[in-house]
């Protein structure tokens, strides 16, 4: 297992002590990792439950959506409390959605996995943080049909900013993705609305676009909003076969949340997208007649 440390006469002296301890120790660095990714992504659930109905993040505590009674410290272990309990509240032993553990065992996953992509980099945490975020956006929009602007908006400053100052990005390259991203989704609905009358596209997926062009640039907007747009329409035609393979007689659901796929694409391109392109490009070149 090898971890990148870039330019270590920039990095702090917690990077550094960071990067000693994995040298000394990358099984258990990762761990710990995974173990604060866990504890992040128990926030994550809370964020995702009480933002959609207007309610403080912070209070009360953690309490059973049922019952109310809160729960305490022992019960609320990420990962571990859900299956110690057996998926059940402890006082009034109702389901604990399963989405709950969902999304704290891929909180737990994505730190690990961003360090060993980008090396132990401010780099590697804004786009973690980043991650993490869209996971909230992605839950919410897929369960409720909303992107909160109480996320996006704050959400596409704060990474614009930490893009810029943390990340050594360029000022164009920030800003460009901002407008690029917001203004081509824009347009697309803009088109859309005078074609059919109706909205295709809501605000929040747009304001989303620019979070997300703020950490991916110019480049990464317009991919990732092309790699969401075909994975939309795949899943729309999987559900109009599904329709038809069931045999139901009820009308096929009109609309399909885009956030999830613009937060899917856009974690892609910062993964793959840059090898996607070059593929894409050379493979283009090539011909039709090669």
Request: with cysteine; proline share 6%.
């Amino acid at each position: 297992m090898q971890i990148i440390v870039k330019e270590p006469e920039k990095q702090t002296m917690t990077i550094k002590n960071m990067a000693i301890f994995y040298h000394h120790s990358p099984y258990i660095f990762m761990c710990c990792l995974s173990v604060l990714g866990a504890i992040a992504g128990s926030f994550l659930h809370v964020c995702i439950v009480r933002i959609p109905k207007g309610m403080s993040v912070v209070s009360p505590g953690s309490h059973c959506p049922v019952c109310k009674k809160p729960i305490p410290f022992y019960y609320n272990i990420p990962i571990v409390s859900y299956f110690m309990l057996g998926g059940r509240c402890h006082h009034c032993k109702q389901p604990i959605s399963a989405g709950h553990v969902a999304v704290e065992i891929l909180s737990a996953c994505l730190p690990p996995v961003f360090v060993l992509r980008f090396g132990l980099t401010f780099e590697a945490v804004i786009y973690c943080l980043f991650a993490f975020v869209l996971i909230v956006v992605s839950c919410i929009d897929g369960k409720y049909g909303i992107i909160p602007d109480r996320i996006s908006i704050p959400g596409a400053i704060v990474f614009s900013l930490a893009n810029i100052f943390m990340v050594n990005a360029d000022f164009f390259f920030v800003a460009g993705g901002v407008i690029t991203g917001s203004g081509s989704l824009f347009l697309i609905s803009l088109v859309y609305y005078l074609i059919r009358k109706q909205i295709g596209i809501g605000g929040g997926d747009i304001k989303l676009m620019a979070m997300i062009g703020g950490v991916t640039g110019a480049q990464g907007a317009l991919f990732s909003i092309f790699i969401a747009s075909l994975s939309g329409c795949l899943a729309g035609i999987l559900m109009i076969l599904r329709h038809i393979i069931m045999k139901r007689k009820t009308e096929i659901m009109q609309q399909i949340p885009f956030g999830p796929f613009l937060s899917f694409s856009a974690l892609l391109y910062l993964f793959y997208g840059e090898k996607m392109i070059h593929w894409y490009i050379s493979f283009s070149m090539l011909g039709p007649d090669t």
